[in-house]
């Protein structure tokens, strides 16, 4: 039975990697932040099982990392953990440094000092964020990088330092550069996950409007419960090797916009440019999307679009026969449609409940 350890293993893709690697036989542990909120929905299902293991430990502290590795000897290790927000990265950029950046120095030097160098296979997520203000369309792995944002430039820092480890200490760490991958477990401050949210609560009667940014940034979306297989056939490769993995397609956000408001039964016609853009409803001819400046960043990446040549060649990547990108938002708008009935039920019992105990029904 293999070991692995996946820090941000409450996070989307930390949570489908767990149940990948359960699924395989691995005995999996994860590292978890104190905290007196309780951010472990996406896990919950997995806690209790035998080999499903949980251990406090925080990207800034190099002695928790270190006891963490020291206690589990993993013999794979996916460093998941990070400030994943670019918008966010511009207000805490110093955060995001000291997490996305410094803490994969940390994991790479808590696996040295405890001897684990020649027995430890090392995965970093990397991001298409590296390539920011692209230089070619498609990025390959050897396009060259030009990180956009706080986020982007302390990733930047972790590619590199994880290549410098391999090639000074002879370990076996690489990273995936993925391009973007969504699911009904993104985190609701994301674009995607905000407009799919956002479609089933205005088609419910919750919502009146969406704000977004940029309608026409494009990206290239994939399902993150394919991708994190991805990430474990990187470790299980012959050699240690650094990988984009993408699907190859690319669509704007207007287009993800206009399908997840189709699913959710609601047909979008778009007018204007810019920022003056409006997405209106052409059974009603209300205005239900519009553009904020408010949403758009300091310096904004625009074209990310992956070639996944070497994934295909080297790891038997085939993103034609994994989920599709309408499968992709038809997915996340099913989910979120759910959850806005059941947010909806609740609240029609809170509501009556309130008028009870007004009216002296129920005490």
Same mark, same amino acid.
């Given at each position: 039975?293999?070991?692995?350890?996946?820090?941000?293993?409450?996070?989307?893709?930390?949570?489908?990697?767990?149940?990948?690697?359960?699924?395989?036989?691995?005995?999996?542990?994860?590292?978890?932040?104190?905290?007196?909120?309780?951010?472990?929905?996406?896990? %919950?299902?997995?806690?209790?099982?035998?080999?499903?293991?949980?251990?406090?430990?925080?990207?800034?502290?190099?002695?928790?990392?270190?006891?963490?590795? =020291?206690?589990?000897?993993?013999?794979?290790?996916?460093?998941?953990?990070?400030?994943?927000?670019?918008?966010?990265?511009?207000?805490?950029? &110093?955060?995001?440094?000291?997490?996305?950046?410094?803490?994969?120095?940390?994991?790479? &030097?808590?696996?040295?000092? /405890?001897?684990?160098?020649?027995? /430890?296979?090392?995965?970093?997520?990397?991001?298409?964020?590296?390539?920011?203000?692209? &230089?070619?369309?498609?990025?390959?792995?050897?396009? @060259?990088?030009?990180?956009?944002? @706080?986020?982007?430039?302390? #990733?930047?820092?972790?590619?590199?330092?994880? #290549?410098?480890? !391999?090639?000074? +200490?002879?370990?076996?760490? /690489?990273?995936?550069?993925?391009?973007?991958?969504?699911?009904?477990? !993104?985190?609701?401050?994301?674009?995607?996950?905000?407009?799919?949210? %956002?479609?089933?609560?205005?088609?419910?009667?919750?919502?009146? =409007?969406? +704000?977004?940014?940029?309608?026409?940034?494009? !990206?290239?979306?994939?399902? %993150?419960?394919?991708?994190?297989?991805?990430?474990?056939?990187? $470790?299980?490769?012959?050699?240690?090797?650094?990988?984009?993995?993408?699907?190859?397609?690319?669509?704007?956000?207007?287009?993800?916009?206009?399908?997840?408001?189709?699913?959710?039964?609601?047909? $979008?016609?778009? *007018?204007?440019?810019?920022?003056?853009?409006?997405?209106?409803?052409?059974?009603?001819?209300?205005? $239900? *999307?519009?553009?904020?400046?408010?949403?758009?960043?300091?310096?904004?990446?625009?074209?990310?679009?992956?070639?996944?040549?070497?994934?295909?060649? #080297?790891?038997?990547?085939?993103?034609?026969?994994?989920?599709?990108?309408?499968?992709?938002?038809?997915?996340?708008?099913?989910?979120?449609?759910? =959850?806005?009935?059941?947010?909806?039920?609740?609240?029609?019992?809170?509501?009556?409940? %309130?008028?009870?105990?007004?009216?002296?029904?129920?005490?």
């Amino acid at each position: 039975m293999k070991t692995a350890l996946i820090t941000g293993v409450t996070g989307q893709d930390g949570s489908f990697l767990a149940e990948l690697l359960l699924s395989k036989g691995y005995d999996v542990h994860g590292t978890i932040r104190r905290s007196s909120v309780d951010f472990r929905e996406r896990i %919950a299902h997995l806690e209790g099982r035998p080999h499903f293991h949980l251990h406090y430990a925080d990207m800034g502290d190099s002695m928790s990392l270190c006891q963490v590795v =020291k206690n589990v000897v993993p013999d794979e290790i996916y460093n998941l953990a990070a400030q994943s927000h670019v918008q966010v990265s511009f207000d805490s950029p &110093e955060f995001t440094a000291d997490v996305d950046a410094t803490g994969v120095l940390r994991v790479l &030097e808590a696996v040295r000092l /405890c001897g684990l160098e020649k027995s /430890c296979r090392i995965y970093q997520a990397s991001t298409s964020e590296l390539y920011g203000k692209v &230089e070619e369309v498609p990025q390959n792995e050897n396009t @060259p990088f030009h990180p956009y944002s @706080p986020y982007a430039v302390a #990733k930047l820092y972790g590619f590199w330092i994880v #290549k410098e480890y !391999r090639e000074a +200490y002879n370990m076996f760490c /690489c990273s995936g550069i993925l391009f973007n991958h969504e699911s009904e477990r !993104r985190g609701e401050t994301f674009v995607t996950r905000k407009i799919t949210l %956002a479609a089933a609560r205005i088609a419910q009667g919750k919502q009146d =409007k969406l +704000y977004l940014g940029n309608l026409s940034s494009l !990206r290239d979306w994939g399902y %993150a419960k394919d991708y994190v297989e991805c990430m474990w056939k990187i $470790l299980q490769h012959d050699q240690p090797e650094d990988f984009v993995i993408a699907t190859g397609v690319q669509h704007s956000v207007r287009e993800f916009c206009y399908l997840a408001f189709k699913r959710a039964g609601i047909e $979008l016609e778009f *007018v204007g440019e810019g920022a003056d853009e409006k997405g209106i409803d052409k059974n009603t001819g209300k205005i $239900l *999307v519009e553009v904020s400046p408010d949403f758009y960043r300091p310096t904004d990446v625009v074209n990310l679009w992956g070639d996944p040549t070497k994934a295909k060649e #080297k790891l038997g990547w085939d993103p034609t026969k994994m989920t599709s990108f309408e499968e992709l938002v038809n997915l996340m708008v099913d989910a979120d449609m759910e =959850k806005v009935a059941v947010e909806r039920v609740g609240d029609h019992v809170r509501t009556n409940l %309130a008028e009870y105990l007004e009216k002296g029904i129920v005490k």
